[in-house]
């Protein structure tokens, strides 16, 4: 028997994550300076600062404090998917909350060093040009590393978590792998 499935995301958590994969999607391809490239920079910005507010005013899963735990946490729970029996947890688990506040940081980061690179004191200057290139790529990395975090929660927990980020629904307390 399945166990009941149980409201995780919600809406706002789930447009905020698909929309700023659409847009940093669209940063990787688009070419830089041109005003697609600028215009997605600031909405992704945009949804940077959405997402650090709703991370306070949220639902119970999408508030830092339901899952930024201390770096010996985190570092403690990858030792857990180490050995493959990781607790299981309903919104974020202690890599993913790293995660994203990882993602947050350098994605922000990213948006403002390209942001600066349009103002009058520092368009033109090589090493925040330099800078903005390094952030993307961080960035990219990052994405790498968190879609690969993704598929082996999934394989070890034996559940869809793209479809849980489609629909806010997860398999409940009773689901063990």
């Known amino acids: 028997m399945r166990p009941a499935e149980v409201r995780v ?6 447009a905020f994550h698909w929309t700023l994969v659409a847009g940093m999607s669209w940063e990787m391809l688009a070419e830089a ?16 600062a ?29 030792g ?10 309903l919104g974020h688990n202690p890599a993913g909350g790293a995660m994203v506040l ?26 925040v040009e ?11 990395v990052l994405v790498v590393a968190h879609v690969l975090g993704v598929i082996v929660a999934a394989v070890q927990h034996r559940e869809n978590l793209v479809r849980a980020m489609i629909t806010g629904r997860k398999p409940g307390e009773g689901h063990h792998p």
């Open 102 to 127: 990882m993602l947050l940081t350098l994605v922000a980061a990213t948006a403002a060093s390209g942001w600066a690179m349009t103002t009058d004191a520092l368009w033109g200057v090589e090493w």
């Open 80 to 89: 857990e998917i180490a050995r493959g029996r990781p607790r299981r947890y």
């Open 9 to 14: 995301w919600d809406p706002a958590v789930r």
């Open 50 to 78: 959405f997402r650090v507010l709703w991370g306070f005013l949220g639902s119970r899963h999408a508030r830092f404090s339901n899952f930024v735990t201390s770096p010996a946490r985190a570092l403690s729970y990858l």
């Open 33 to 48: 300076g041109t005003d697609s490239h600028e215009a997605v920079g600031y909405i992704v910005l945009g949804l940077v």
């Open 130 to 140: 330099d800078l903005h290139g390094l952030l993307a790529y961080g960035t990219v």
